[in-house]
């Protein structure tokens, strides 16, 4: 499944993040792979230094490797009330996902919606 970031999303993220330029320059990157999220994310990593190896289905991967931490109560009320800066800043100091990819997770988590995503999280639990 591609996720594509529309440019009305994007600009409503810019007003979201318009404190925090690494965020912006994420957004920047996002649209200039035409908002296709999966693309954004691979470019992102490989400017922060990682190598994905896989191409398909990347973002899913990352988002869900991080799943454990995205999906603990306060930082999942963060996500359900959408992208915002506190929300990337939280992000980046619970992980070890730069501000670059945080935000491309984040944005994978609301366009996927945050209940689905986390719903694995809660059948562990119980």
């Not at 296709?36 to 990347?58: F, Y």
């Not at 359900?80 to 996902?97: C, R």
């Not at 984040?106 to 366009?111: D, G, N, Q, W």
């Amino acid at each position: 499944m591609s996720i594509i970031v529309s440019p009305a999303d994007l600009e409503f993220f810019r007003e979201q993040l318009s404190d925090h330029p690494t965020a912006l320059a994420a957004l920047d990157v996002i649209e200039d792979c035409d908002g296709d999220l999966e693309d954004a994310a691979i470019a992102l990593a490989i400017k922060s230094g990682q190598l994905p190896e896989e191409n398909e289905r990347w973002i899913d991967g990352l988002a869900k490797r991080w799943r454990h931490i995205l999906c603990e109560a306060d930082i999942k009320e963060k996500l359900e009330d959408g992208l915002s800066g506190e929300l990337v800043d939280t992000i980046v100091s619970q992980t070890q996902l730069p501000m670059r990819l945080a935000v491309p997770v984040a944005i994978y988590v609301l366009k996927t919606g945050v209940q689905p995503f986390c719903q694995p999280m809660g059948e562990k639990i119980l």
